[in-house]
Structure formats: structure tokens, C-alpha cells
């Protein structure tokens, strides 16, 4: 008999969860405004929001924050940081930042400014508010397959190059800071980019005299993606596999808050020293001191470990299992998933699940509220709510894809888990009939709302 396959790790620390009755949390959704960002923790059973920040390190990360340095200058966590960077991405220069997000902060700060265009493969939600906060636009050169849940393609994430080229064609280079490509691409569905993409890309790139910069908060998940399903890759390591990719990359931000399997950092990575000297002035007014930026010396320390960790393949193969696992459950309890199945997350086709629900009532994120209501799970809406409105017309923006994301931490849950997850959601779709009052928005921000939206039954 073949042995099944088991985990790559095993659990020494371990955290109680709390169990609900369905009418504490019909009160509590409530009290939330049907927003589940508004839940307390404790209010959660299983916690499928996001994967950002949320893992469960390792005793060797633990052991490496007990001797973080935390010198204001020239920590020796900060160099630590750097020679992961260095031997993993292989760029010369970094910035350490508290995260994704303030890592596209400065560095856009340098780069991105009124009338500028970046093209990309369907840029996340704070990359694209960042550009669109500084008078840019995002122009989305994703292939088309991305678009249809049920099209099995290896490398959803993927440019289209006929696209990108017409894009490139169009703006003269200096209207395009870096074309962004993001590893593997969350807002299509954790999907991601093969080697022949990135190479694609950046011929062109060079072509047309633009960077290229990777979001690189999956780089890891991509790369075994790469190593599985693209030819000629089957016996490279992973960790070649990424030398290789980000040989096709002048930048990249980093939220190691994924991949790097910390729970808190980020940084920017730049092969050019100029570049890397402006930046370091935002970081300073942003972040902090261009030797911790945002970062304690023992995060450094465990985000250094992290990131070699995070690249090893008997990882990989158990974090993308596990994914896949949950995937197939639902599949075959008949409920519609995106296909084929994401790096980080498995991602529910609302349109599929609630088609009667007018759009505008907003169907991943009544999903959202089912599922939760029913065991206890929270999920997150990657949807109408998170595209936000359009920025010239104020309209609302429908993407094409309305889906509910149920995003795995890393080594955090069991399989058993990952059964409840499922079972709770056929049992809603098994109702979806009665589904037919979704939500409407009391008050939103003006940009990424899905985070403190309030919503009321509609
Ligand atoms: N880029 C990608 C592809 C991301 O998925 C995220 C965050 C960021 C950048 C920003 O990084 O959160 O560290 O500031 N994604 C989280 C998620 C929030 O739930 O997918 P951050």
C-alpha cells in the first residue's frame, strides 16, 4: 500500500478556540454591521479572512526572536534581513517596512506620479489604491481565461503580452513608473505567473525602457506552482526557481506577512542604488531608519528565518495541499470553486452560488454572512465591495468576478478543519434558494471601504 501523505511539520504550541450558537451570532453580525472585518476574534470559530499576518511560526523563528538586535543602527537583525534578501532574491539593496503596504507607500512616493500609468496583472487593492491615490491608473493586462472560474488553465495569473504591448505602445515610458507583477495574483484567485510570463514580460519591459517590479507577497507559492505544472522546472528547487523569476524583476515590495510567515514586516527589494537613495528618504519619514524601518530587530531576525523556511519545497508541498484539500471537498459536495485551485486560498464563485441576488445587494458578501452564520467561519468578500467605486464617476465597479475567498493561515489549521468548512458551506448551499435579501451600504469610506463598510439587510 502506498503511504498517504502527511504533514511536514508538527504542532507544539497550541491556541483554544471558542464555539458559537447560531443566535449569538446572528446578534453579534449585527452588532458588526454585516462587515465580518467588525467581529472580534472570539466571535470566530475558524478564521479564514486572510493569510496576512496570521501563520504560526516555527521554534526556530521563535528562537531567532529571542536574540533580535535592537539597535536603533546597523542591527545585526538588519543585516541578517538583508543577506536573506540578498541570497534568495538576489538584490543588493532593501528597505525593511512594517508591512506590504508601506513598502508600496514609499517606494510609489519616489515613483508613481499625476497622469501615470501601471500596467499589471489584476493589481491588489492597496497596490491599486496607492496608485490611484497619487492620480495614477491601474490598467489590468490579465489573460482573459482568469475571468472564467471553471477554465482550468496552470498559470491563471499570467500577463497577456498582447495586451501589456498595447499598453506599453500607448504612454510614453516616462508615464510608466514599473509594470507590477504580482506573485502569484491574489485578486484572480491566488493564481500564478510561469517563468515564460515573466520572461515575456520583461523582454518587453526592456523593450519599451520601463521596470519591472514584482508584489511579491506569494513569490513562494509561484514558485512551487512553477516547479509542478511547468515543463523543464520538475527538478529544480524551489529555491533556484526563485533566483530565476526575480532575474526578471528591477523592484519588488514585499508583505512578509504571507510567504515570509511572520506577522508582521515587509520591505522593498532594488538592484539600483539611486533608487534605493530616494527611497530611503521616504522611509525615513514614513517608516523609520533605513536599518529597521518599521521593524523590530527579533521581526527581522524571524522574518529572515522566515523567508528560508518559506522557501523550502516540503513546506510548499504541504501549505498547497492543504488548500487543495479543501478545494476538492467542495467540489465534490457540488459547491462552485474557481478552478484550478489557488496557492493560498480556495475562492467560492458567488455569481454561481447566489445568481438570483440582484449585484447590487452584493453576493460574495452575503455569502460571507451565511457562512458565518452557519458555523461560525468568516471568509472574506473579494468582490464589488473590495473593487471599490470608480474614481471619475463614483459609480460602483463590478468586477468580473464576485467571489468569497476562504484564505488558509499557514500551519495554523488541520484538515479536520478544513472538512467543517466545507460541510458548513454545502449546507448553505443547500438553502441558497431562501437566500434572497442580500445587504445594503449604510456608510463607506472613500477608498478601500471593504474594510469598515456598514452594511443593513436589504
Ligand atoms: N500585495 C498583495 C498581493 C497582497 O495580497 C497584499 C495583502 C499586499 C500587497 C499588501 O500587504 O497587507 O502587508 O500591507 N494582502 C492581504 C490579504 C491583506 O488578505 O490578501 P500588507
Not at 504560526?56 to 536573506?84: F, I, L, N, P, V
Not at 491574489?186 to 500564478?192: H, K
Not at 489549521?413 to 458551506?425: D, G, K, P, S
Given at each position: 500500500m502506498n503511504l498517504p501523505y502527511a504533514e511536514s511539520y508538527k504542532i507544539k504550541v497550541v491556541e483554544n478556540l471558542h464555539r458559537s450558537s447560531r443566535e449569538e451570532r446572528e446578534q453579534w453580525i449585527r452588532q458588526a454591521k454585516y462587515n465580518l472585518f467588525n467581529l472580534k476574534s472570539e466571535q470566530v470559530f475558524?478564521?479564514?479572512?486572510?493569510?496576512?499576518?496570521?501563520?504560526?511560526?516555527?521554534?526556530?523563528?521563535?528562537?531567532?526572536?529571542?536574540?533580535?538586535?535592537?539597535?536603533?543602527?546597523?542591527?545585526?537583525?538588519?543585516?541578517?534581513?538583508?543577506?536573506?534578501?540578498k541570497n534568495i532574491f538576489g538584490f543588493p539593496y532593501f528597505l525593511p517596512t512594517h508591512q506590504g503596504r508601506a513598502a508600496e507607500n514609499v517606494l510609489f512616493s519616489v515613483m508613481v506620479n499625476n497622469g501615470d500609468v501601471v500596467p499589471g496583472n489584476a493589481h491588489f487593492d492597496t497596490?491599486?489604491?496607492?496608485?490611484?491615490?497619487?492620480?495614477?491608473?491601474?490598467?489590468?493586462?490579465?489573460?482573459?481565461?482568469?475571468?472564467?472560474?471553471?477554465?482550468?488553465?496552470?498559470?491563471k495569473g499570467n500577463l497577456d503580452l498582447h495586451k501589456l504591448e498595447e499598453t506599453l505602445k500607448a504612454y510614453p515610458a516616462r508615464r510608466i513608473p514599473f509594470?507590477?507583477?504580482?506573485?502569484?495574483?491574489?485578486?484572480?484567485?491566488?493564481?500564478?505567473?510561469?517563468?515564460?510570463?515573466?520572461?515575456?514580460?520583461?523582454?518587453?519591459?526592456?523593450?519599451?525602457?520601463?521596470?519591472?517590479?514584482?508584489?511579491s507577497?506569494?513569490?513562494?507559492?509561484?514558485?512551487?506552482?512553477?516547479?509542478?505544472?511547468?515543463?523543464?522546472?520538475?527538478?529544480?528547487?524551489?529555491?533556484?526557481?526563485?533566483?530565476?523569476m526575480y532575474q526578471h524583476a528591477d523592484l519588488m515590495t514585499m508583505s512578509s506577512k504571507k510567504d515570509a510567515i511572520v506577522n508582521m514586516g515587509g520591505f522593498i527589494g532594488f538592484r539600483d542604488e539611486d533608487l534605493f537613495r530616494q527611497a530611503s528618504v521616504y522611509n525615513i519619514m514614513f517608516e523609520?531608519?533605513?536599518?529597521?524601518?518599521?521593524?523590530?530587530?527579533?521581526?527581522?531576525?524571524?522574518?529572515?528565518?522566515?523567508?528560508?523556511e518559506g522557501t523550502r519545497f516540503e513546506y510548499l508541498d504541504t501549505r498547497v495541499r492543504q488548500v487543495g484539500y479543501l478545494g476538492q471537498r467542495l467540489e465534490e459536495l457540488g459547491v462552485p470553486v474557481q478552478k484550478p485551485f489557488g496557492g493560498h486560498a480556495i475562492f467560492v464563485d458567488a455569481n454561481q452560488f447566489l445568481p438570483n441576488l440582484p449585484r447590487?445587494?452584493?453576493?460574495?458578501?452575503?455569502?460571507?454572512?451565511?457562512?458565518?452564520?452557519?458555523?461560525?467561519v468568516r471568509a472574506v468578500e473579494i468582490g464589488t465591495l473590495l473593487a471599490d467605486r470608480d474614481p471619475e464617476t463614483?459609480?460602483?465597479?463590478?468586477?468580473?468576478?464576485?467571489?468569497?475567498?476562504?484564505?488558509?493561515?499557514?500551519?495554523?489549521?488541520?484538515?479536520?478543519?478544513?472538512?467543517?468548512?466545507?460541510?458548513?458551506?454545502?449546507?448553505?448551499?443547500?438553502?441558497?434558494?431562501?437566500?434572497t435579501r442580500g445587504l445594503k451600504i449604510v456608510r463607506e469610506a472613500p477608498i478601500m471601504r471593504h474594510f469598515t463598510v456598514e452594511l443593513e439587510r436589504h
Open positions: 475558524i478564521d479564514l479572512l486572510t493569510d496576512s499576518g496570521t501563520g504560526a511560526m516555527s521554534d526556530r523563528q521563535w528562537s531567532e526572536m529571542m536574540t533580535g538586535d535592537e539597535s536603533y543602527a546597523g542591527a545585526t537583525s538588519y543585516y541578517k534581513m538583508k543577506s536573506a534578501i497596490t491599486k489604491g496607492h496608485i490611484e491615490y497619487r492620480k495614477a491608473s491601474a490598467v489590468d493586462c490579465t489573460i482573459d481565461e482568469a475571468y472564467d472560474t471553471q477554465i482550468e488553465h496552470p498559470f509594470i507590477v507583477v504580482t506573485l502569484t495574483c491574489n485578486s484572480s484567485g491566488g493564481q500564478p505567473v510561469s517563468m515564460e510570463n515573466l520572461r515575456g514580460v520583461h523582454a518587453l519591459a526592456r523593450k519599451y525602457g520601463v521596470r519591472v517590479l514584482f508584489d507577497a506569494r513569490f513562494a507559492e509561484n514558485a512551487y506552482f512553477i516547479k509542478i505544472r511547468e515543463e523543464g522546472y520538475q527538478d529544480v528547487s524551489i529555491r533556484d526557481i526563485v533566483a530565476e523609520g531608519f533605513i536599518t529597521y524601518g518599521g521593524m523590530s530587530g527579533r521581526d527581522m531576525n524571524a522574518l529572515a528565518q522566515g523567508l528560508y447590487e445587494q452584493f453576493r460574495a458578501q452575503t455569502l460571507a454572512v451565511e457562512l458565518y452564520l452557519e458555523a461560525g463614483r459609480e460602483n465597479r463590478y468586477p468580473e468576478l464576485e467571489l468569497l475567498r476562504l484564505t488558509i493561515p499557514r500551519r495554523v489549521y488541520t484538515n479536520n478543519h478544513m472538512n467543517l468548512v466545507a460541510v458548513a458551506l454545502k449546507n448553505v448551499y443547500d438553502r441558497r434558494d431562501q437566500i
